[in-house]
Structures are given as structure tokens and as C-alpha cells.
């Protein structure tokens, strides 16, 4: 059997833009001294006239970028989830949201999968600081394709978009031809009459898995990757919370805000229905491997496995 190919997300991120940068002269990148790590590097190496390292300031960043957008760039601002999202929201919600200026957020080093870096830089409360923005647009790409896909998307939607990488190289699972990327809709990988996984980011490929162990047991479960957090795909949410009955989340990031909270608010509404929501509980991280990180958590396959199974 051939060996998966994996690749960061954040690599994904920093070939995207140095590709979209050829044909979008306006497409403009900022970073906080982290271009190395963001891989918005690759762009620089391309585009060094369209490059500014804004230093170790990421509200004064957000700031600059506004300002650009009210010329007519788009810039991409980049730095790691926690700053991006943590530091700089104030920023983001006043000097970007507010007016509706057509500025991307590019945040890489998401979730416990940091690693090593530990619970402060290991930011699993982005998505739920960002969907509460009126107006803003939340994306976790699942893979390179996606992820890729996701930055082409953020570039032609007309105001802020919020995107979330990963530093874990994670397997490349949307190398098809029938692939298809729509802002705002879901992809149903596996189909499935007993329960209903609805995952996002890196914890797609680990559901995949998971629903073979359950098959192996006699569960088939409905796969559907939710790579836009906001808005997100509730048609297809309501008809397969009524399909199959339970309904179950899995995400890197808290349980409280995230892709489970927007299901719930979703299912509550429209199609009340039992839900069980894999994430991070209301914890922080720690500093370890980020693969170790992930089965101490219970966010690997094993994991997901054990809790669907149980809640089945």
C-alpha cells in the first residue's frame, strides 16, 4: 500500500499565495516576524516589494492592513491563531469587521497539534473568537487541496475571512478529480445510515479512519467535512441529522464555540437532535509531540472511535 502524502496546511498557505500572487497584482502579505514559520516566506521570496514584516505587532498589523484595503490591496495578515485571533482582536472586530474592509486573516499554528510550543501558543478558541464577528467568514481546511482552495476562495469573497492552519504535516485526502470547493458548503465524504460525523481541519482525516473501525463493527457512519465554520452548511447538517438520527462533532479546538456550538445552534432550531461533541474540553493544552498530544486528548482515530461507539 503507497505511503499517504502529508503536508502541512501551513505550507498550503505560503504556496497559495505565492501562486494567486502572479495573476493578483493587489494581493499583498503581512506578517509579524514570523514569515519562516507561516510560510509566508515563499511569498516574500516571490513578491519581496509586496511583503511587510510588520515586526512582533500584530494589532498594529491588522491596523496597517485595513488601511491597505481602503486603497484597493487585499492583504492577507499573518501570524499564528493565538495572536492573530487572541491579540489582535480588538482590531480585527473594529478596524477590519466593522467597516467591512476586504481584509484575509491567514492564521497558521492552530489547536494543540503546536506541539511543543505548549497551552500558550496552542490556541483552541479562534474559531469561536472569530465566528461571534458579525459578517466574518471562518474557514479550517482539512488538507493541502483545501487549504489552497480555501486562500483562492478568501481571495475572491469581498470581506473579511478569517482561515485557520496547522503546523502538523496531516495526509493529503481531497486529491480527486470530483474535488469541488464552495464557500459555505459541506462535503460529504462517506456515506452512512447510523450516525452522522461532522468534523473540520485536521481531525477529517482521523474521523475517515474512525468510520472504518466502526464500520468493522457493524456502525456505518455519514462522514461530512465542514471546511466553512461560517457560514455554515445547515441544509446539509438538518438532512442528515434526520437521516441518521445522532448527530456528532470532532474538531481540534474547544468544545465551547466552535464547530460543535455552531451544529448545536443549527439542530437546535431546525431539527432537534442528539448531539456529541469530540474536542478539546474546557482545558488548555500542554507542551508534548503533537501527535502524543492528539491520542492523550482522544482526537485521534482511536479516540474518535471510542466515544462514537459509546455514544452510538
Known amino acids: 500500500m503507497a505511503e499517504v502524502k502529508k503536508i502541512a496546511t501551513r505550507e498550503s498557505y505560503g504556496n497559495a499565495l505565492a501562486e494567486l500572487g502572479k495573476t ?3 494581493l499583498v502579505v503581512l506578517d509579524a516576524d514570523l514569515a519562516a514559520a507561516t510560510k509566508t516566506g515563499i511569498f516574500k521570496k516571490a513578491f519581496p516589494d509586496r511583503h511587510i514584516d510588520c515586526g512582533i505587532a500584530e494589532s ?3 491596523g496597517i492592513a485595513a488601511g491597505l484595503a481602503t486603497t484597493g490591496k ?6 499564528f491563531a493565538m495572536f492573530a485571533a487572541g491579540r489582535a482582536f480588538e482590531q480585527v472586530r473594529n478596524s477590519v469587521a466593522y467597516p467591512k474592509l476586504n481584509v484575509k486573516i491567514g492564521a497558521t499554528h492552530a489547536g494543540i497539534s503546536v506541539g511543543e510550543d505548549g497551552a500558550t501558543h496552542q490556541c483552541c478558541e479562534d ?8 459578517g466574518m467568514v ?5 488538507d ?4 489552497k482552495a480555501a486562500v483562492k476562495a478568501a481571495l475572491d469573497h469581498d470581506g473579511p475571512v478569517y482561515i485557520r492552519f496547522g503546523r502538523l504535516a496531516v495526509p493529503v485526502i ?7 470547493f464552495e464557500l459555505g458548503k459541506g462535503v460529504v465524504l462517506r456515506e452512512g445510515k447510523d450516525i452522522t460525523l461532522v468534523a473540520t481541519g485536521l481531525e ?3 474521523t475517515l479512519v474512525a468510520a472504518e473501525k466502526l464500520a468493522a463493527d457493524g456502525i456505518d457512519a455519514k462522514v461530512i467535512n465542514i471546511h466553512t465554520i461560517k457560514p455554515l452548511d445547515e441544509d446539509l447538517i438538518v438532512a442528515a441529522a434526520k437521516e441518521t438520527g445522532k448527530v456528532v462533532t470532532i474538531e481540534e479546538h474547544s468544545v465551547i464555540g466552535g464547530l460543535g456550538s455552531a451544529v448545536c445552534d443549527c439542530l437546535c432550531a431546525k431539527a432537534p437532535t442528539p448531539v456529541l461533541k469530540i474536542g478539546v474540553n474546557d482545558t488548555f493544552g500542554e507542551s508534548g509531540p503533537a501527535v502524543e498530544l492528539l491520542k492523550k486528548y482522544e482526537l485521534d482515530s482511536e479516540g474518535i472511535y471510542k466515544k462514537v461507539k459509546a455514544f452510538v
Open 74 to 79: 487585499i492583504p492577507f495578515v499573518s501570524s
Open 174 to 180: 481531497n486529491d480527486r478529480p470530483d474535488y469541488k
Open 204 to 206: 477529517v482525516s482521523e
Open 127 to 134: 474559531l469561536a473568537l472569530m465566528r461571534t464577528i458579525p
Open 60 to 62: 498594529n498589523m491588522v
Open 138 to 142: 471562518v474557514m479550517n481546511p482539512s
Open 24 to 26: 493578483y497584482p493587489n
Open 144 to 147: 493541502d487541496v483545501e487549504a
